[in-house]
Nanobody
Framework: QVQLVESGGGLVQPGGSLELSCGHS???????WSWYRQAPGKEGEEREL??????????KYADSVRGRFTISRDNAKNTVYLQMNNLKREDTAVYYC??????????????????WGQGTLVTVSS
């Protein structure tokens, strides 16, 4: 069973920086990591994709965070990071990590699955 655990959220002033981390247990092959967020009051809406990092190392970001946020991964630690710089009030949200990839669920049974972290709140306020 694959489980994700996030950490690093908190309160930060506008212009400040914060780093989120997300680690997983269990084996996931050809994993793609993604970060999403959901702003307060928008719980009924679809989560916004912040960025993603694929198994071949390519990374892409939403226009709203490009140049300020950086996704990196440490495969040896099964961990992905989201470095957030020059934070703005509109970055306030619950941030979720997601991993998607091939998981061996049983003998001769490999499935492409996705798993979500529990979410961590980032509040940008003075």
């Amino acid at each position: 069973q694959v489980q994700l655990v996030e950490s690093g959220g908190g309160l930060v002033q506008p212009g400040g920086s914060l780093e989120l981390s997300c680690g997983h247990s269990g084996r996931v092959f050809d994993a793609k990591w993604s970060w999403y967020r959901q702003a307060p009051g928008k719980e009924g809406e679809e989560r916004e994709l912040v960025g993603e990092n694929t198994s071949d190392g390519s990374t892409k970001y939403a226009d709203s965070v490009r140049g300020r946020f950086t996704i990196s991964r440490d495969n040896a630690k099964n961990t992905v990071y989201l470095q957030m710089n020059n934070l703005k009030r509109e970055d306030t949200a619950v941030y979720y990590c997601k991993i998607e990839g091939d998981v061996v669920v049983a003998a001769h049974d490999v499935r492409n699955l996705e798993f979500w972290g529990q979410g961590t709140l980032v509040t940008v306020s003075s």
